[in-house]
């Protein structure tokens, strides 16, 4: 383990979620209703993608990838007893995955090469450092978890390429959400239960979630099988076979974690609820692959509920976690949650129009701004700031807003 240093530089740059979980939600607060008026032809755009393309691109290797580092640089120093990652190399990555944005822009003036340079670089960046810090520490077992972040930058390369060669980016989209959404079952499968066994057991409940067995392993191979499908060839009736099988999986796998007992928490339940998302994107790929829906469904599905959830909630309990605070998500940030959950519905609502001139795209776009407003007015001021002492822990059965 290595001897503890102390840190005196900003509090922004003192912990890995701290700097990418609040350009996250900046971004996520930002991005959605740019592409928006850019989209409806209000805002121009001078990127080298066209509007559809920076958008799906934006939400995968901008947001996404954003999450996804923050995450690993908060998880991997307790996987391996060393000190995180803190400082000027938190600030030059910060930098690096701000310059893919504004690349991908057209605020930086470069040839499609070159934003392709910039923008490869961040996860690739990412990958290193959090290899480095896993041999260092020895922790062996963990470094399975940069093969799925060098898919994500080889599949980042895949979407430049294709744009580049003037074809369409339809596979490397669909491979984009693919692999988040595997990332959350596998590192979901491993933090939901664990929680869930924890609150559960602090509220001497007689049923604990099933520990991690042969099933689970089940369960991602064969969500990782139906994502394949669905990237390479969505609408055979093998992908929609495939899907349906990975969705029971998923929703047994569930019920196995005891996600209803934790009512009394909503911060914990909403893990539960956006892993939810999961077999209902699996059963939206079903539905698609023999046309009872359209394919943005399944996209949106995984895209905004179980992506878009799955990581907000993620970002508030490490967020309260590590800065000291209760485990409580309070009216704020359950609203939060509930409003990203209402942008998933309504942007599968499409064209319908809820009141004349509001489509569910524009609604869903409203709940997406909404939601990441109240995340950056609650969580934002606790990223800026020292890590207060830890107040008294919430007991299960004591509150209904835990």
């Known amino acids: 383990m290595t001897q503890r240093i102390d840190y005196s530089g900003p509090a922004l740059f003192s912990g890995g979620f701290r700097p990418f979980f609040l350009a996250a939600m900046l971004f996520g607060l930002g991005v959605v209703p740019v592409w928006f008026f850019v989209w409806r032809g209000t805002v121009a755009f001078d990127g080298t993608f066209d509007v559809i393309d920076w958008h799906v691109h934006e939400m ?26 803190r400082g000027w190399p938190l600030a030059l990555l910060l930098a690096l995955w701000l310059a893919g944005r504004l690349a991908l822009w057209g605020a930086l003036g470069m040839p499609d090469f070159g934003v392709f340079l910039v923008d490869q670089a961040f996860l690739l960046a990412v990958a290193s450092m959090v290899a480095r810090e896993i041999v260092a520490g020895k922790n062996w077992r963990n470094l399975r978890v940069i093969v799925p972040v060098m898919l994500l930058w080889a599949t980042n390369v895949a979407f430049h390429v294709q744009v580049m060669a003037g074809g369409t980016t339809d596979v490397a989209r669909r491979l984009g959400i693919a692999i988040l959404v595997f990332l959350i079952m596998l590192i979901g499968g491993r933090i939901i239960p664990s929680f869930t066994r924890n609150w559960l057991a602090k509220a001497e409940s007689a049923r604990l979630p099933i520990p991690p067995n042969r099933f689970d392993t089940l369960c991602i191979a064969g969500g990782a099988a139906a994502l394949l499908s669905w990237s390479l060839a969505p609408e055979t009736a093998a992908t929609g076979a495939v899907a349906m ?11 196995r974690w005891r996600g209803p007992a934790t009512w009394r928490s909503p911060l914990l339940l909403m893990l539960h609820v956006a892993y939810l998302l999961i077999p209902v994107g699996f059963a939206g790929v079903a539905t698609a692959s023999v046309g009872l829906v359209g394919n943005s469904v399944p996209a949106h599905l995984f895209g905004i509920g179980a992506i878009g959830g799955m990581t907000v909630a993620v970002m508030m309990r490490a967020t309260l976690g590590h800065t000291g605070r209760e485990l409580v998500s309070g009216p704020v940030l359950t609203t939060a949650f509930a409003l990203v959950l209402a942008a998933t519905v309504t942007r599968i609502a499409g064209p319908m129009e809820f009141w ?10 409203i709940c997406w701004t909404v939601a990441f407003a109240l995340l950056v007015s ?10 207060e002492a830890r107040r008294s822990p919430c007991r299960p059965g004591t509150s209904r807003n835990c």
């Not at 901008?62 to 990652?85: I, Q």
């Not at 609650?378 to 890590?387: I, Q, S, T, V, Y």
């Open 245 to 255: 099988l990975a969705a029971a999986l998923h929703v047994a796998r569930l019920l």
């Open 60 to 85: 995968i290797f901008g947001y996404g990838a954003a999450v996804l580092a923050g995450f690993l640089f908060t998880a991997v120093p307790n996987w391996t007893g060393n000190m995180p990652t």
């Open 378 to 387: 609650r969580l934002g001021p606790w990223l800026l700031k020292e890590k």
């Open 356 to 365: 004349p001139g509001v489509d569910g795209i524009v609604l869903a776009a």
